[in-house]
Nanobody
Framework: QVQLVESGGGLVQPGGSLRLSCAAS????????MGWYRQSPGKQRESVATISSGGGSRKYVDSVKGRFTISRDNAKNMVYLQMNSLKPEDTAVYYCNADPPLSVYWGQGTQVTVSS
């Protein structure tokens, strides 16, 4: 089992940037594909971005393409999400997990609020 701890969220104005971090308690390379997910009130949790075990393949949901970048550092067991040009509709709790996600891996998430 692994513990995933997300951080880096906060309140930001539209057009601003945030960098989210996900710290894993054990090797993320052994987990394989990792992803960032988000859930806003009244909506289902959705996959935002995924990255292959070696980092060579990345996929994004259409709504964040060109604005968000997922990365990973296997040596540090960290996964990151750089978010630029943030929009109010990006407001949500953001989580990291494997892809496909495992229920036992869900952490507390980190709140991102985009508002003026």
């Amino acid at each position: 089992q692994v513990q995933l701890v997300e951080s880096g969220g906060g309140l930001v104005q539209p057009g601003g940037s945030l960098r989210l971090s996900c710290a894993a308690s054990r090797s993320i390379f052994s987990i394989g594909v990792m992803g960032w997910y988000r859930q806003s009130p009244g909506k289902q949790r959705e996959s935002v971005a995924t990255i292959s075990s070696g980092g060579g393949s990345r996929k994004y949901v259409d709504s964040v393409k060109g604005r968000f970048t997922i990365s990973r550092d296997n040596a540090k067991n960290m996964v990151y999400l750089q978010m630029n040009s943030l929009k109010p509709e990006d407001t949500a709790v953001y989580y990291c997990n494997a892809d496909p996600p495992l229920s036992v891996y869900w952490g507390q998430g980190t709140q991102v609020t985009v508002s003026s």
